[in-house]
């Protein structure tokens, strides 16, 4: 079974960048791997997402045009690029995986703290 680790986040100043990490262990041909974002009293928001088969990615209109979102296929690791952060981006990040076709993420890291401040 897919075991997802991920790193990277922080405390940093609006405007800044940072590049959260997904680890991944196990095979991920059949998977779809996502960044979701949770912040308090909020619901939680799919940022991004790729299909590992064919490479195909989703960005949400929230965050389009500021975080990218990357994979190192000999690394099993999945990178979520976020620039020019905002106060509003603030969350617990989690990389989570599903299987293609499916509706819900079904195994999830341990999620990675961003906090931005104005």
């Known amino acids: 079974q897919v075991q997802l680790a991920e790193s990277g986040g922080g405390l940093v100043q609006a405007g800044a960048s940072l590049r959260l990490s997904c680890l991944a262990s196990g095979t991920l041909s059949y998977y779809v791997v996502g960044w979701l974002r949770q912040a308090p009293g909020k619901e939680r928001e799919v940022v991004a997402a790729v299909s590992w088969s064919d490479g195909s990615t989703y960005i949400a209109d929230s965050v389009k045009g500021r975080f990218t979102l990357s994979r190192d296929n000999a690394r099993n690791t999945v990178y979520l690029q976020m620039y020019s952060l905002k106060p509003e981006d603030t969350a617990v990040y989690y990389c989570?995986?599903?299987?293609?076709?499916?509706?819900?993420?079904?195994?999830w890291g341990q999620g990675t703290q961003v906090t931005v401040s104005s």
């Open positions: 989570a995986t599903k299987p293609r076709g499916e509706k819900e993420y079904s195994r």
